[in-house]
């Protein structure tokens, strides 16, 4: 059966690495037989740009048809004295919202080879294995649209949670810790804010239907320490959709580059939106030498978890090991001695080692969406 994938590649870096994802969708469909239908749309800077808007009902449209959803990244300083609802950023939450995407979920997990790459020792970061699962549709950057008050002095943004929202992410964390190692740190403020105390007492009352978990409560900043100070300690974190923002991109470290890290973002019956954590990254856009990896592995994570093609999965992301085994780095990444190459060579050598071999070495560990 022909999947129907909808690419969003938005700005700024987001178009090259969208086309590196083409080739390897392209590379899934001869290696395994399968058949997709790709169609793109606009979002962010470039659906402003065209439409005068960042999310325009046709690319809404086209994502509530399709089977899974891959988008680049967006932003950019061009847009930056836009009002707020004309900002590129609005696309993405908009997307989000209207698809009821409220589980993020980001692995965070070096490959051996990046190991050295990490400005953290690598004895820190050795044996660090971790799933942060981030609310994603409530909270701040969903609340009352902000406002500036008295003449401009005073401003406003609010955050705001139903119950539900909590529950529903909570309780997706716990079905993942149970997949995992079942370890669940549920990371608040509960020390100051209203919602993180309620957060706190809905992750106690799931804990008894799932005894099995240990849990673990942890302040946001005590958190944002331990994660580059202990993060093997870690095993699925879950947080509010700020907290969830920030300290991902911070977990992103212990992997070498920003550039490596691929995102779920997910509702109950599977459909999700598939990005890399970066973002769109104007200071190296159409320099060709963005790294195409986290929107790579991106691509593995919706084809084993929207398409249950865990073999495709499993050989996309051994294909980006060996290259990186190989010697192959784009620039983000620090390494000494590796032989820095561009986008698209990245995304050749990805396709050179695309085939079909045992599917025992996934990179990521399983997680329920
Ligand atoms: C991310 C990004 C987005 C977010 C921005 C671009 C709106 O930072 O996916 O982490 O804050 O969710
Ligand atoms: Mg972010």
């Known amino acids: 059966m022909t999947k129907h994938i909808v690419l969003l590649p938005g700005d700024g870096i987001g178009k090259e690495i969208m086309n590196s994802a083409k080739q390897i969708l392209g590379a899934v469909v001869s290696e395994f037989g399968h058949s997709f239908s790709l169609q793109e749309q606009d979002i962010g800077g470039a659906a402003i740009d065209q439409y005068d808007t960042p999310l325009p009902e046709a690319t809404v449209e086209a994502c509530q048809e399709a089977d899974g959803i891959l988008l680049g990244a967006v932003g950019g300083k061009k847009w930056d004295a836009m009002p707020a609802e004309k900002r590129p950023e609005k696309g993405l939450l908009g997307i989000r919202k209207e698809l009821g995407l409220f589980a993020n979920l980001r692995p965070v997990k070096g490959f051996p080879s990046l190991l050295h790459a990490s400005p953290l020792k690598e004895h820190i970061i050795d044996g660090s294995d971790i799933l942060i699962i981030r609310e994603l549709t ?38 993942s810790a149970r997949l995992r190692n079942n370890h669940l740190t549920s990371v608040d403020k509960a020390n100051v804010l ?11 009352e799931k804990s008894k239907e799932y005894p099995d978990v240990v849990v673990e409560h942890e302040l946001v900043d005590a958190a944002a320490m331990k994660l580059i100070t202990q993060p093997s300690q870690f095993d699925v974190m879950v947080t509010e959709n700020m907290f969830g923002d920030i300290l991902s991109d911070e977990a992103s470290v212990l992997t070498g580059s920003l550039g490596m890290l691929p995102s779920a973002s997910v509702r109950s019956d599977g459909v999700g939106l598939y990005e890399p954590v ?45 290259c990186l085994e190989q010697g192959y780095y784009t620039a983000d ?7 820095i190459v561009s986008t698209e060579q990245m995304t050749e050598a990805v396709l050179d080692n695309l085939t079909v071999k045992s599917v025992s070495d996934s990179i990521c560990s399983m997680y329920v969406l």
């Open 138 to 175: 409530g909270g701040l950057y969903f609340g009352q649209p902000s406002e500036r008050r008295d003449n401009g002095n005073a401003v406003v943004d609010t955050l705001y949670y139903r119950k539900e929202e909590m529950e529903r992410i909570i309780d997706k964390a716990f079905q």
């Open 194 to 204: 209203e919602s993180s105390r309620m957060w706190r007492e809905i992750v106690n």
């Open 278 to 322: 970066h973002g769109s990254a104007p200071d190296i856009a159409g320099k060709g030498i963005a790294n195409p990896l986290g929107t790579i592995l991106s691509v593995a994570l919706m084809l084993r978890h929207s398409f249950q093609m865990e073999e495709e999965a499993a050989a996309v992301e051994r294909a980006v090991r060996e």
């Open 333 to 339: 990444l620090n390494i000494a001695n590796g032989q």
